[in-house]
T-cell receptor, first 109, second 119 residues
Framework: QKEVEQNSGPLSVPEGAIASLNCTYS??????FFWYRQYSGKSPELIMS????GDKEDGRFTAQLNKASQYVSLLIRDSQPSDSATYLC?????????FGAGTTVTVRA | GAVVSQHPSRVICKSGTSVKIECRSL??????MFWYRQFPKQSLMLMAT?????????EQGVEKDKFLINHASLTLSTLTVTSAHPEDSSFYIC???????????????FGPGTRLTVL
């Protein structure tokens, strides 16, 4: 069973603050990692992917990967009310994604 | 780029009827398509994977005779829920990965989903 654990949330942050999301995974064969955002009642949309250990920045988002620790995180800087959603961590192994339960983020105006 | 559509977006049907859901990649060739199901307050669960021209590979516990998947072309996959019952009511989402210019095969792009309600 490929397990993906995310901090349960909900995570409430004030507008303009940093939201920090964590994810651990059990499958050491995972080679690529994806973060998706899912608004209530909608399907997931890709935020970013990361393949190598270290940090990857894309606009206000930074993903961090540590394969030795089987850990991946997502930072959202300058959080906006439009960032309020559920964030899904999805490691990929054998061409398939495994999804965590997601962390719900609420950005307070 | 990387647009995936689904049709219908919402369907309500009576118990015992069959429902077909279409998933299309609009601007790239989808070599692989995935079908997921999501119940309220739960995460996505992969039901099956299909490659164009091949039989779908179903995840453990998913009834292949109940959830018929066809991937007849590089832009279209269909999921048919046969003899639907209330417990099949869920949010069905497809995703696709493929090749088109700089588009990576590693990334799955999701359709908008189909909400099925079986009365």
């Amino acid at each position: 069973q490929k397990e993906v654990e995310q901090n349960s949330g909900p995570l409430s942050v004030p507008e303009g603050a940093i939201a920090s999301l964590n994810c651990t995974y059990s499958d050491r064969g995972s080679q690529s990692f994806f973060w998706y955002r899912q608004y209530s009642g909608k399907s997931p949309e890709l935020i970013m992917s990361i393949y190598s250990n270290g940090d990857k920045e894309d606009g206000r988002f930074t993903a961090q990967l540590n394969k030795a620790s089987q850990y991946v995180s997502l930072l959202i800087r300058d959080s906006q009310p439009s960032d309020s959603a559920t964030y899904l961590c999805a490691p990929k192994s054998d061409y398939k994604l495994s999804f965590g339960a997601g962390t719900t983020v609420t950005v307070r105006a | 780029g990387a647009v995936v559509s689904q049709h219908p977006s919402r369907v309500i049907c009576k118990s015992g009827t069959s429902v077909k859901i279409e998933c299309r990649s609009l601007d790239f060739q989808a070599t692989t398509m995935f079908w997921y199901r999501q119940f309220p307050k739960q995460s996505l669960m992969l039901m099956a994977t299909s490659n164009e021209g091949s039989k779908a590979t179903y995840e453990q516990g998913v009834e292949k005779d109940k959830f018929l998947i066809n991937h007849a072309s590089l832009t279209l996959s269909t999921l048919t829920v046969t003899s639907a019952h209330p417990e099949d009511s869920s949010f069905y989402i497809c995703s696709a990965s493929g090749l088109a210019g700089g588009l990576s095969t590693d990334t799955q792009y999701f359709g908008p989903g189909t909400r099925l309600t079986v009365l």
